[in-house]
């Protein structure tokens, strides 16, 4: 468990930090909280030549919320997010999601940037940015541009963060009514990546009919997956069990999962579907108690 | 209730006493292999096979020692000119320490890159080219025995197929004519899995040999460094490592569980490097290499059969086993059982007739099995006959817990010979499943059951009333290598009333530092606090086996006694002497003798011990030591009952164990706080193969969970919050009825568990899952019975 050997450098700026990023090419790779990529150099999957370390890099950790967005800079640590009172009135999804990633070691220093930036289908906390529409901003040396979540992914380990790229902020637009959002993940134990996954965001009117539904399913396909059928089930209705039911139904067959040491396909559809049901409910529920 | 004879200044047997190793682990201050520095150290590094069964063409080393700091890379061909290339495995097999030719097993040892930083040999380890002809392995333990499946030890000139030995014991012919004759019998196939000990601290050693005094000094993780010495002497001897020229020193020890018994390749290679470079080598191994390359537990594939009458009477029991040992039997078994006590498989019921027969087979896995907590085999008889007796009672209707006590060996049948051979020294099976069920409401939990089922809720209730066989062991039956498993313990007690005591066991966890003063405290009165324990110094402990197997109370345990009471005949006759009246008018009570009938005339130990050094009487040896090498009149039998309650979801079938109740009776208890330690460890490595340990190999014989995130060692979070109890029956042969606690817990916790899940699906037609149980499993159970909503698309 040792990585072959690298070059280390912390900047002090973000400008810094994307010069030298620029000028060191392929050969090099961004550092947040570690967690995902120090595992992959030990065993020797990534090896990098040279790690640029972000943690010294002023004005990238921050929660706030600003004209109706919530604001999310892209090296604040998940636990920040899980304890953070202001998000909590929206989206107690993220104490959902926090609570299952890893354990207090890994929340402590993994960062909500490197979350997506890794582009793994098996994390969390890309399905919870595709149910709640995030929108990612990406610096470069030419400066800044976003990127809505539905084209950030774009396949195993890659994602619109391009060479020469830092991802630096993460915004979630902030519903304005009635609204509820609630995430729960089948694992095998503690710490374990995701069976499957389920994001859910749902806004509705004052008479309860559902105005907008977000669903992001983890680990069942191989990139982070919206189930845009089981979105449009929802929308329009009473979230009645029949609605319900189907949407659930839907995100069990739109999923693509794969047979691994969890389980096969059916066993993963079939997972997929009971916690969709469970998910919706629980944002339903979220959504009348507030 | 545990009454104690001592006070707490004494802390004697009974007391919750804090543990005295605890402030050096607490504080960090625990002295662990990795943590020995010697100057001028070098490192080793092991090159693997990526293969499960391979030839190797070549091994080109070139690259590697261009890298500065390397200074050797070793194969098995420079091994071979010492004729180090192979050892013996406790089993009278034979293991290779590196391959000359051929692989069997992927992560097996290939090469080792010897550096002077563990970085650069880890580079160096990723630069060696070694070019393999892939062959096709045998992974399956029952193709194995295929008529074309091909005969993997050709090392061996006579062997003509893949089968390493048979035993069996037992009544067959009558066993046989009961099954014939039954009016019921049951029959499950079932899989005790592979699973790794996954001690916290992996394997390492630092071997450090001296060239000038022809000296080598061993720091390794080992639970029996004097049989590993006498180990090393054997294979070394013939290059002039003889026994006195070795000293083992097994330092703090980060969980053994029967995986550090064994002596691994690393442990030679780095021997035979420090022998040729003349500097220390360390060798310390990754969690990847521990969980792929040491010596898993378990994997007997069992066919377990019963057979008794409708209203629930068993008659016999049948047990088939196929052990799979990986490429060589590197069990770590007394030498005369290669199945170890397997034959305890009639369990705590009163069997008139039993038949159990094994045979063992290699295939390209690596080597095993070590006794995973548990006396040699005894977790996988238990959880045989526990599931089968289940089996059982869910065939003729009964309650799992009437059927026990219905067939419960009594009370008053002890000592009780067993139809495989055993004498079981004592033990009260109705008190202990009694005290279990009422600690867990059984009955109202049996109503609570009928309900939920009425709703379509899946909830189960399991029994495990289990008998442990441990305390290996007597000397006409048990040796290891021919050395008989006696243990052994050596007093000291200074001029000022303190002592010191060495034993020929190692803890690795147990907290022997603490219990074996508390017995020593018992017998002579000297307060426990007093009394330094060491051990895992081959140049200063007595000779003895080690720990494994729950043998370290009953055997060492037992040697401190006698020791003790050695001591205290002697201090009777001195306190004769100082109080100038015969032995026959004292009277003891802990920590001193005093006159019948004038207790003021009294002398302390301190006292006596004082005057052992300074007024001893005439003709008497000066001083107060004492030696005792332990050598049981039987095994010991503990026991258990335990019963858990699971709930399993419904839609995801996740599984929960609801409430667990342990209760123990393992003699008398020497620290009720240690043992009800042991209890919830023991406990959590019973719910790990139950609900989550395998190893599991691809047809190719890949690892396909060969790191922890895949090999799922459970947290405190799967653990329930266990409720623990004890009843007592001393084991009447042992000086102080004590029986050992560590394993029971390991051993009996499974079956309990797959039983209540299996209990769970009754409604459902399950008869038998084999563990780990999970969601998954349960899943495709349901599927395959047709009982889940057909809902789901197929793809
Ligand atoms: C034992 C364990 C269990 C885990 N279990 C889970 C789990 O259940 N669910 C889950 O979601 N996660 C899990 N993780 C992963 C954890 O959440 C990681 O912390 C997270 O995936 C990555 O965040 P990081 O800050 O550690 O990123 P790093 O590891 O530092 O980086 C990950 C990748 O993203 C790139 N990167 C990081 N930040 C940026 C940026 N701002 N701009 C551009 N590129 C960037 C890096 O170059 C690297 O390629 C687990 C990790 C461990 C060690």
Redesign the pocket.
């Given at each position: 468990m040792i990585p072959s050997s690298f070059d280390y450098t912390a900047p002090s700026s973000l400008d810094e930090a994307l010069k030298l990023l620029h000028d060191l090419g392929d050969d090099a790779?961004?550092?947040?909280?570690?967690?995902?990529?120090?595992?992959?150099m030990k065993l020797r999957f990534?090896e990098?030549e040279h790690l640029i370390d972000?943690n010294n890099v002023p004005g990238?950790s921050y929660l706030k919320i600003e004209g109706g967005t919530l604001k999310i800079g892209?090296?604040t640590?998940?636990v920040e997010t899980e304890e953070s009172a202001d998000i909590a009135v929206h989206f107690p999804i993220f104490a959902d999601?926090a609570k299952?990633?890893?354990?207090p070691q890994?929340?402590n220093?993994?960062?909500?940037?490197?979350?997506l930036?890794?582009?793994?289908a098996?994390?969390?906390?890309?399905a919870v940015m595709l149910a709640l529409d995030a929108v990612v901003e990406?610096a470069g040396l030419d400066g800044r541009r976003t990127v809505g979540i539905d084209d950030f992914f774009y396949g195993f380990?890659s994602t619109a963060?391009q060479e020469g790229?830092?991802?630096?902020e993460i915004s979630i637009p902030i519903p304005s009514g009635r609204s509820g959002n609630a995430y729960h993940?089948v694992?095998r134990k503690v710490?374990?990546?995701?069976t499957g996954g389920v994001a859910v965001h749902l806004e509705m009117d004052e008479q309860g009919i559902c105005t907008k539904a977000g669903i992001g399913l983890?680990n069942v396909n191989p990139t982070p997956l919206r189930a845009v059928r089981s979105e449009a089930a929802l929308v329009g209705t009473s979230l009645d069990d029949a609605a319900i039911a189907l949407a659930a139904q839907y995100a069990s067959e739109d999923c693509n999962p794969s047979t691994d040491l969890r389980g096969d396909i059916d066993y993963k559809r079939h997972i997929i579907r009971a916690v969709t049901k469970r998910m919706i409910n629980k944002s339903k529920e979220r959504a009348f108690k507030n | 209730m545990i009454q104690c004879k001592t006070s707490k200044e004494i802390s004697g047997m009974g007391h919750s006493m804090k543990r005295k190793e605890d402030d050096r682990f607490i504080h960090g201050k625990g002295n662990y292999v990795d943590d020995v520095k010697l100057p001028g150290t070098l490192y080793m590094d092991i090159v693997r096979s990526p293969y499960a069964y391979a030839k190797i063409k070549n091994i080109d080393s070139s690259e590697a020692l261009k890298i500065p700091g390397v200074l050797a890379v070793i194969t098995g061909k420079d091994l071979e000119q010492y004729n180090l290339h192979w050892m013996p495995t406790l089993m009278s097999d034979t293991q290779m320490v590196l391959p000359v030719d051929t692989v069997m097993y992927q992560a097996q040892e290939v090469a080792a890159v010897i550096a002077t930083e563990k970085y650069i040999a880890r580079d160096a380890r990723e630069a060696v080219r070694v070019e393999y002809e892939v062959m096709k392995p045998v992974v399956d333990p029952f193709k194995a025995l295929d008529a074309d499946a091909p005969v993997l030890r050709t090392d061996k000139p006579d062997k003509k197929d893949n089968h390493i030995w048979h035993w069996e014991v037992g009544q067959k012919e009558e066993t046989e004519k009961i099954f014939q004759e039954a009016e019921v019998t049951v029959k499950e196939q079932m899989h005790i899995p592979r699973i790794h000990v996954a001690s916290i601290e992996t394997c390492g050693c630092v071997a450090s040999y001296d060239k000038i005094d022809n000296h080598l000094t061993m720091y390794m993780t080992t639970q029996a460094p004097h049989a590993i010495r006498t180990v090393f002497a054997l294979v070394a001897g013939h290059v002039g490592l003889t026994e006195e020229k070795i000293r083992v020193i097994s330092p703090d020890i980060g969980g053994g569980f029967g995986g550090k018994v064994p002596v691994y390749p690393g442990y030679v290679i780095a021997i035979a490097a420090s022998f040729l470079i003349g500097k220390p080598v360390k060798w310390i191994e990754d969690r990847s290499e521990n969980l792929q390359a040491d010596s898993f537990a378990r994997d007997y594939h069992i066919t377990a059969e019963l057979a008794g009458t409708k209203d629930g009477k068993i008659l016999a029991t049948r047990m088939k086993v196929l052990a799979d040992h990986g490429y060589t039997d590197a069990s770590a078994n007394p030498s005369k059982f290669p199945t170890g006590m397997f034959s305890i498989g009639t369990g705590s019921y009163d069997y008139p007739n039993a038949f159990m027969e094994a045979d063992a087979v290699y295939t390209n896995k690596p080597p095993g099995g070590v006794a995973y907590r548990c006396s040699f085999r005894v977790t996988e008889a238990v959880h045989a006959i526990e599931r089968i007796t289940d089996r059982f009672a869910l065939e003729i209707g009964k309650d799992p817990a009437a059927l026990r006590f219905q067939n419960f060996i009594k009370k008053d049948q002890f000592p009780y010979h067993s139809p495989t051979g055993w004498e079981y020294d004592s033990g009260d099976y109705e008190a202990g499943l009694k005290l279990a069920m009422k600690g867990i409401d059984y009955d109202n939990l049996r109503i609570e059951q009928a309900e939920k089922r009425k709703k379509g809720e899946l909830m189960g209730i399991g029994l495990s009333t289990f008998t442990e066989i441990v305390g290996a062991g007597p000397s006409k039956d048990f040796d290891i290598l021919g050395i008989k498993m006696f243990d052994s313990a050596e007093i000291r007690v200074h001029p000022t009333g303190k002592a010191i005591a060495r034993f020929g066991t190692k803890s690795q966890g147990q907290g022997h530092e603490t219990t074996y003063a508390q017995i020593i405290a018992e017998e002579l009165g000297i307060p426990a606090k007093d009394i330094q324990i060491e051990e895992g110094d081959t140049d200063t402990a007595p000779y003895g086996l080690g720990t494994y197997a729950s043998r370290s109370t009953p055997t060492a345990g037992a040697a401190a006694v006698m020791a003790a009471r050695k001591l205290r005949d002697k201090a009777k006759k001195i306190a004769a002497y100082l109080l100038e009246v015969s032995e026959d008018d004292l009277e003891w009570e802990p920590g001193k003798f005093s006159v019948k009938g004038a207790p003021e005339k009294s002398k302390t130990i301190q006292e006596i011990v004082f005057a052992s050094y300074t007024n001893h009487p005439q003709g008497m040896e000066a001083g107060f030591e004492a030696t005792h090498y332990y050598d049981p009149p039987n095994l010991t039998f503990p026991s258990g009952a335990y019963i858990c309650v699971v709930d399993i979801d419904s839609d995801t079938f996740e599984i929960k164990v609801r409430r667990f109740v342990a209760i123990d009776d393992a003699g008398h208890i020497i620290n009720p706080m240690i043992a009800q330690g042991q209890v919830h460890g023991g406990l959590t490595q019973g719910i790990a193969p139950a609900m989550y340990e395998e190893l599991i190999y691809d047809d190719d014989g890949n690892i396909l969970n060969g790191t922890l995130?895949d090999y799922l060692v459970p947290t405190a979070v799967e653990s329930p919050s266990w409720e623990t109890g004890h009843t007592v029956t001393p084991s009447p042969h042992h000086p102080i009825g004590a029986k050992g606690i560590g394993e029971s817990p390991t051993v009996g916790a499974p079956p309990a568990i797959a039983n209540a899940i299996v209990d769970a699906l009754k409604p459902y037609g399950i008869t038998h899952l084999d563990i780990p149980i999970t969601p998954y499993k349960i899943f495709k159970a349901l599927k395959d019975k047709g009982v889940l909503d057909k809902n789901i698309v197929e793809s």
């Open positions: 790779k961004i550092l947040a909280g570690g967690h995902s990529l120090i595992p992959m990534a990098p972000l990238l892209a090296m640590r998940e999601v299952l990633i890893a354990d890994v929340r220093f993994g960062t909500l940037g490197g979350n930036a890794h582009g793994d098996a994390n969390d906390q890309p990406i380990y963060v790229e830092i991802l630096t993940k694992e710490g374990d990546y995701a983890t | 995130m």
